[in-house]
C-alpha cells in the first residue's frame, strides 16, 4: 500500500472532502483506497492499494479522438468490431463518427450507441440491418429534436458521479403543490422531467454540440495550409 498525508495550517479546509475529489479525479477504485482523518481533524491520510499507481497503456476505447488520423484509426475498428457497418463507405463512416468524436465521445461511447438505443434497449442485429442508413438510424437515436448530439453513455456517468458528489436541489422533480400540501411520489412524468433538467444544470455551463461544431467550422475556414 502507498501512502500520502494531506494537512492544512488554516484549518478552514474539508480535508476529506478534499481527499475524496483527489480520489475521484484520478479514477481510482474506491474499494481500493482508504481515507481516515486522525484526531483533532489536522490531517487526512490516504492509503492507496499500489496496483492503482502503476503506469498502465491507456484504454484506446476510453481515449479522446482529436485528429484526422484519430478518427481514421477509430473508424477502422468501428468496422472491424460491428458486421453490419463492413458494407458502409468508408467516407461516409468517418464523416457520420467524425461529429461525434467532435462532441467530446471516444471510441467506446460510439461503439455503445452502435449497439444500444439512448433509452439502454438493444438494436436488432443480423441480416437487414445493415448499411448507412441503418448507421445514420441508429445515431439519429443519440441526438436531440434539435439535432444536438446527446451526452454519451461515460458523459453521463461523468455527470452522475458529479450529481452524487455535489448534489441537486432537493425539490428538483417533486409535484407542483402548494405549500403544506403531503409530499408525494413524483410521478413518471415528473421523474423524466426532473431527469432532464438535471442534465440542462449540468451542461448549462458548457457549449453545446452546434456551437462547438460551428466553433470548429469557423476556426478550420481561417487555417491557411501550405500547398506541396
Same mark, same amino acid.
Given at each position: 500500500?502507498?501512502?500520502?498525508?494531506?494537512?492544512?495550517?488554516? *484549518?478552514?479546509?474539508? &480535508?476529506?472532502?478534499?481527499?475524496?475529489?483527489? %480520489?475521484?479525479?484520478?479514477?481510482?477504485?474506491?474499494?481500493? %483506497?482508504?481515507?481516515?482523518?486522525?484526531?483533532? *481533524?489536522?490531517? %487526512?491520510?490516504?492509503?492507496?492499494?499500489?496496483?492503482?499507481?502503476? !503506469?498502465?497503456?491507456?484504454?484506446? #476505447?476510453?481515449?479522446?479522438?482529436?485528429?484526422?488520423?484519430?478518427? @481514421?484509426?477509430?473508424?477502422?475498428?468501428?468496422?472491424?468490431? +460491428?458486421?453490419?457497418?463492413?458494407?458502409?463507405?468508408?467516407?461516409? &463512416?468517418?464523416?457520420?463518427?467524425?461529429?461525434?468524436?467532435?462532441?467530446?465521445?471516444? #471510441?467506446?461511447?460510439?461503439?455503445?450507441?452502435? *449497439? @444500444?438505443?439512448?433509452?439502454?434497449?438493444?438494436?436488432?442485429?443480423?441480416?437487414?440491418?445493415?448499411?448507412?442508413?441503418?448507421?445514420?438510424?441508429?445515431?439519429?437515436?443519440? !441526438?436531440?429534436?434539435?439535432? +444536438?448530439?446527446?451526452?454519451? %453513455?461515460?458523459?453521463?456517468?461523468?455527470?452522475?458521479?458529479?450529481?452524487?458528489?455535489?448534489? &441537486?436541489? +432537493?425539490?428538483?422533480?417533486?409535484?407542483? +403543490?402548494?405549500?403544506?400540501?403531503?409530499?408525494?411520489?413524483?410521478?413518471?412524468?415528473?421523474?423524466?422531467?426532473?431527469?432532464?433538467?438535471?442534465?440542462?444544470?449540468?451542461?448549462?455551463?458548457?457549449?453545446?454540440?452546434?456551437?462547438?461544431?460551428?466553433?470548429?467550422?469557423?476556426?478550420?475556414?481561417?487555417?491557411?495550409?501550405?500547398?506541396?
Amino acid at each position: 500500500m502507498a501512502e500520502f498525508r494531506i494537512s492544512s495550517d488554516t *484549518g478552514d479546509l474539508d &480535508l476529506r472532502r478534499l481527499a475524496a475529489d483527489l %480520489v475521484e479525479s484520478q479514477g481510482w477504485a474506491r474499494d481500493q %483506497v482508504s481515507i481516515w482523518q486522525n484526531r483533532g *481533524g489536522g490531517d %487526512v491520510v490516504v492509503t492507496v492499494d499500489t496496483a492503482l499507481l502503476e !503506469k498502465r497503456a491507456p484504454d484506446p #476505447l476510453a481515449a479522446s479522438v482529436h485528429t484526422r488520423s484519430d478518427v @481514421h484509426r477509430a473508424c477502422e475498428t468501428l468496422r472491424r468490431s +460491428d458486421p453490419s457497418l463492413r458494407g458502409v463507405d468508408f467516407a461516409e &463512416l468517418r464523416d457520420e463518427a467524425a461529429r461525434f468524436f467532435a462532441a467530446g465521445w471516444t #471510441l467506446g461511447d460510439l461503439l455503445h450507441a452502435l *449497439g @444500444h438505443r439512448h433509452d439502454g434497449a438493444q438494436w436488432p442485429q443480423g441480416e437487414g440491418y445493415e448499411g448507412v442508413e441503418w448507421l445514420q438510424h441508429r445515431l439519429r437515436n443519440w !441526438k436531440s429534436e434539435t439535432g +444536438d448530439i446527446r451526452p454519451s %453513455v461515460s458523459q453521463e456517468g461523468a455527470q452522475m458521479r458529479i450529481v452524487g458528489r455535489i448534489g &441537486l436541489p +432537493d425539490d428538483l422533480g417533486a409535484p407542483a +403543490d402548494g405549500p403544506g400540501a403531503p409530499r408525494r411520489a413524483a410521478s413518471p412524468q415528473a421523474a423524466r422531467a426532473a431527469a432532464d433538467d438535471a442534465r440542462r444544470l449540468m451542461r448549462a455551463q458548457s457549449r453545446t454540440t452546434s456551437d462547438s461544431l460551428e466553433h470548429r467550422d469557423r476556426t478550420a475556414a481561417h487555417i491557411t495550409r501550405r500547398r506541396h
